[in-house]
């Protein structure tokens, strides 16, 4: 069975800074694809960014990146240069290739943006 | 395209009553699912399918029933409903095919069971 963990209920970032919301999971399966989700007050989910775990290189797409370091099973996210917009809760979530793309969710951390 | 849709947005039972939520997805997507999300959880699977006829359970399936009659949409239903199943509900809709694509999600249906 998959298990997603995420460690930190809230987390607080001031603006302009760079924040690191953790997530480590478990799985024993070799395949496997790692998702971090974006909840605002809104509810929808937005996705932001993937991590295949057979990529050599950890995953960027603009001001998000995924710290992807294997042999510690972990997945951090890391959110440079915060703005009052990444107010929201996250997501971290594991696929295992060939179970029917189904997702395993962590709990979420929440993250307030200060000024 | 309008992507994934979930009909109702709101809706409030009373314990004991039934009632069918709706999924539908215009992107020709072969796999869909239902999660249920709880304060202070993520989001749990509770049945999926992987193509039109098919269903599965998930994480947390009991007092819940699905149909996939048709490709594009799921449908979640509550025979009889519990307090225990106030909760959101979200579908989701994949391709087939192994790729780095996410999940699209439906905003959300807000379920309160009293």
């Known amino acids: 069975a998959q298990k997603i963990t995420q460690t930190q209920p809230g987390m607080f970032v001031q603006e302009k800074e760079a924040v690191t919301l953790d997530c480590t999971y478990d799985?024993?399966?070799?395949?496997?694809?790692l998702f971090w989700y974006k909840q605002p007050s809104s509810g929808e989910m937005i996705f932001l960014i993937y991590?295949?775990?057979?990529?050599?290189q950890n995953a960027t797409e603009g001001r998000y990146s995924l710290n992807f370091q294997k042999a510690r099973k972990s997945a951090n996210l890391v959110i440079s240069a915060s703005q009052l917009g990444d107010s929201a809760m996250y997501f971290c979530?594991?696929?295992?290739?060939?179970?029917?793309?189904?997702?395993?969710f962590g709990t979420g951390t929440r993250l307030q943006v200060t000024l | 395209n309008a992507g994934v849709t979930q009909t109702p947005k709101f809706r409030v039972l009373k314990t004991g009553q039934s009632m069918t939520l709706l999924c539908a997805q215009d992107?020709?997507?072969?796999?869909m699912y239902w999660y249920r999300q709880d304060p202070g959880m993520g989001l749990r699977l509770i049945h999926y399918?992987?193509?039109?006829?098919?269903?599965a359970k998930g994480e947390v399936p009991d007092g819940y029933n699905v149909s996939r009659l048709k490709k594009q949409n799921f449908l979640l239903g509550l025979e009889s409903a519990a307090p225990s199943q106030t909760s959101v509900y979200f579908c989701?809709?994949?391709?087939?095919?192994?790729?780095?694509?996410?999940?699209?999600f439906g905003p959300g249906t807000r379920l309160t069971v009293l």
């Open positions: 992107m020709n997507h072969e796999y």
């Open positions: 979530a594991m696929r295992v290739t060939g179970t029917a793309s189904k997702l395993t």
């Open positions: 399918s992987v193509g039109e006829g098919t269903t």
């Open positions: 991590q295949g775990s057979y990529d050599q």
């Open positions: 989701a809709s994949n391709p087939a095919s192994v790729s780095t694509d996410t999940q699209y």
């Open positions: 799985t024993s399966d070799p395949s496997y694809g």
